[in-house]
């Protein structure tokens, strides 16, 4: 159950960033390759321990998400500025 609340988390991010991100494309292959990468390598762990209990699953995710954030921090932080710029626009500031 922690495992699928994990993934949805991690698809409906890769999904906003495609809606919101001002640089949608790129922005949204990052996403959709952070998305998938982790999903392959969750489910990957599962099969290999399918006796693992929920809590041993839960962890190994854990730690998989872990080190996937570590790997995609810099793509991320590439489209932080254009992300705060595009509220700032939205919130009604000019930005020059």
Known sequence: MALSLALVSLQHWAILS???????????KVGDDAASA??????GWC??????????KREAAKLIMKGFVQAY????????????DHLAQQGGARLK
């Open 18 to 28: 495609k809606v919101a991100m001002p640089n949608t494309i790129a922005s949204a």
């Open 38 to 43: 982790v999903e392959q390598r969750v489910l």
């Open 47 to 56: 099969r290999s321990h399918e006796g693992a209990s929920v809590a041993e």
């Open 73 to 84: 921090d810099g793509k991320a932080a590439k489209f932080a500025p254009q992300w705060y």
